[in-house]
Nanobody
Framework: VQLQASGGGLVQAGGSLRLSCAAS????????MGWYRQAPGKQRERVAL?????NTNYADSVKGRFTISRDKNTVYLQMNSLKPEDTAVYYC?????????WGQGTQVTVSS
């Protein structure tokens, strides 16, 4: 399984970015995809998850600003009203067959 993420960049506070992540390889029809992020000096934290069956869930810090969606084996993260504290490396994530897979990470920088 490989995860290829794209869409990071530099944006001013209040702006928007859209991240994409395409999964390839042997992908189960039952899985969960999502995004985590890690800011400098901090632990990696879950941002949003979207299972193939079930409800999406979001970190409290991004509720109402970020929207996760998926189209089969591609997951998207629409990020609006970005804040400087959203600055981090964002990692695409897939879980299937009790195994976690990670993408290479994409940098999101929000300037104040």
């Amino acid at each position: 399984v490989q995860l290829q993420a794209s869409g990071g960049g530099l944006v001013q506070a209040g702006g928007s970015l859209r991240l994409s992540c395409a999964a390839s390889g042997i992908i189960s029809s039952i899985n969960s995809m999502g995004w985590y992020r890690q800011a400098p000096g901090k632990q990696r934290e879950r941002v949003a998850l979207i299972p193939s069956v079930g409800n999406t869930n979001y970190a409290d810090s991004v509720k109402g600003r970020f929207t996760i969606s998926r189209d089969k084996n591609t997951v998207y993260l629409q990020m609006n009203s970005l804040k400087p504290e959203d600055t981090a490396v964002y990692y695409c994530y897939l879980r299937q067959f009790l195994t976690d897979y990670w993408g290479q990470g994409t940098q999101v920088t929000v300037s104040s």
